[in-house]
């Protein structure tokens, strides 16, 4: 599982309370340039909406929702896209059968 996009979602949440709006948008930037697969760039859409909604909610009581269900959902993604890649285990190795 590619925890990276969750961490840098952390990162970017920090940064918005912290009031670094532009650390913010630079991570927003990183995530959506280092995506690989559709469901990389979905997280990473995902991570986005939770940093602006969480600045949005910033002195609401939905706020902690936002970013916990926010983080749920790409948590969710992530092992989603592990669970649907093929492994090298089910390949049976690097050698052909018989050897």
Do not use: C, H, Q
Not at 3 to 23: E, N, Y
Not at 75 to 98: H, K, N, Q, V, W
Request: proline share 3%; no cysteine.
């Amino acid at each position: 599982m590619d925890f990276t996009f969750l961490f840098i979602v952390i990162l970017m949440l920090l940064a918005v309370k912290s009031g670094l709006t532009w650390v913010a948008a630079g991570l927003a930037i990183l995530l959506l340039l280092t995506s690989k697969s559709k469901y990389l760039i979905l997280a990473a859409i995902v991570g986005i909406g939770v940093v602006l909604g969480a600045r949005f909610f910033e002195n609401s009581d939905l706020n902690f929702w936002v970013i916990a269900g926010g983080l749920g959902l790409i948590l969710f993604i992530l092992a989603r896209r592990d669970t649907e890649e093929p492994s090298a285990a089910g390949m049976g190795g690097m050698y052909p059968p018989g050897y």
